[in-house]
């Protein structure tokens, strides 16, 4: 499978005038950015989340960093379904330094990428429909009622006796 050869981000991580809308969405309301990122990449909406408790349990503990894990996994796993360059090192320093900028910036190239979309090729793969051969069932024209003798015996173990021809076929001469 030929590789293709990784790209840049659409655009920088401090060009939010590039986009003044999605910079005003993660100024004035960056949970709902991060979430509307997460909903559109496939993920949980909530995920986020993650990353608002993970701040308040930080800081709780008094601990001295903390890098939100659903802005570094959706950064990641963004660069590597899109071909971005990048490393986990630049990954951890962006989402624990600019948060909001990494949201504004992941939402751009998603934007991006809904224009350009990302296509895959497939080897086709021929599809065998095998039907079964055709049965054809059928009825016996004149069925014997039960308890009838037929020409293997009575028609239900058990039953004794015997119709009569004579009554079976009425008034017929």
């Given at each position: 499978m030929a590789e293709r050869p990784l790209t840049?981000?659409?655009?920088?991580?401090?060009?939010?005038?590039?986009?003044?809308?999605?910079?005003?969405?993660?100024?004035?309301?960056?949970?709902?950015?991060?979430g509307t990122v997460s909903r559109r990449f496939g993920e949980n909406h909530?995920?986020?989340?993650?990353?608002?408790?993970?701040?308040?349990?930080?800081?709780y503990f008094c601990?001295?960093?903390f890098v939100p894990p659903a802005?570094?996994?959706?950064?990641?796993?963004?660069?590597?379904?899109?071909g971005i360059k990048g490393s986990m090192c630049k990954d951890i320093a962006i989402s624990y330094c600019c948060g909001?900028?990494?949201?504004?910036?992941?939402?751009?190239?998603?934007k991006h990428w809904k224009k350009n979309p990302v296509v895959i090729n497939m080897l086709s793969q021929s599809v065998v429909n095998m039907q079964p051969a055709a049965v054809m069932m059928t009825m016996p024209v004149d069925p014997l009622p039960v308890g009838a003798v037929g020409p293997s015996?009575?028609?239900?173990?058990?039953?004794?006796?015997?119709?009569e021809h004579s009554h079976l076929s009425s008034n017929v001469e």
């Open positions: 840049d981000w659409d655009s920088g991580l401090c060009e939010c005038f590039e986009d003044p809308n999605t910079c005003c969405y993660g100024f004035w309301c960056g949970p709902c950015l991060a909530c995920l986020p989340l993650c990353d608002i408790c993970g701040i308040f349990l930080s800081t601990s001295p960093m802005a570094l996994s959706l950064r990641v796993a963004m660069r590597t379904k899109y909001i900028c990494s949201w504004c910036q992941m939402h751009r190239e998603l015996g009575p028609g239900l173990p058990g039953q004794t006796g015997a119709i």
